[in-house]
């Protein structure tokens, strides 16, 4: 489990372990353009409304360091035919926005080189093979690490796709 990339499903399994409304119904929408012109997603709510429940939710589904389908038996994306097909299938790279602020301050240009630098250090360590050169930024790193890759897993389950989980602060 890393910090950044594939940190598991602790987060959702806490707030399982309470009273939450189940909202899991949110995988199947982002489930049905995932491979579509339609992938990005901007998930927003009022703040206290559910934000880091629902990054915590999609995080443990699409997170293959995990096994959480015991996490959503009972719920409502169990009963969907495509359950399965994503489930634990994804790297994830999960950002909790409120930690680098909290971190680094309100310095904009510093907390972008944080994150970057943060984020690139863990990709580095789990893509060996992929290097970066001076000017390169994540964005750089991520697509060398497609083209490396070839975007796919070589495990017979699931294919690879590098996902993002942001949570951005209220």
């Keep these: 489990m890393g910090r950044y990339i594939n940190k598991g499903n602790d987060g959702f399994a806490s707030v399982c372990n309470s009273k939450f409304v189940d909202k899991t119904m949110l ?3 982002v489930n049905l353009v995932m491979d579509t012109e339609n992938r990005f ?3 927003t709510r009022a703040r206290r409304f559910g934000k880091s429940v629902a990054v915590k939710m999609l995080n443990a589904y ?5 096994d959480s389908k ?3 038996n009972g719920l409502s994306i ?3 035919d495509d359950f399965l097909e994503h489930l634990n299938c994804h790297r994830v790279i999960y950002l909790d926005m409120t930690d680098f602020l909290t971190k680094y301050g309100g310095n904009d240009e510093l907390l972008v080189r944080h994150i970057n630098h943060d984020i690139c250090e863990e ?12 000017n390169d930024d994540l964005m750089d790193l991520l697509v060398k690490i497609v083209d490396q890759t070839g975007g796919v897993d070589r495990s017979e389950r699931c294919p690879e796709s590098i996902g993002l989980s942001a ?4």
């Design 123 to 134: 990709l580095l360590n789990l893509y060996g093979p992929v290097t970066m050169t001076g």
């Design 27 to 29: 995988i199947e929408e």
């Design 70 to 72: 015991s996490l959503f």
């Design 62 to 66: 699409y997170d293959q360091s995990c």
């Design 78 to 80: 169990s009963r969907c």
């Design 167 to 170: 949570h951005v602060c209220s």
């Design 41 to 43: 997603l901007c998930v």
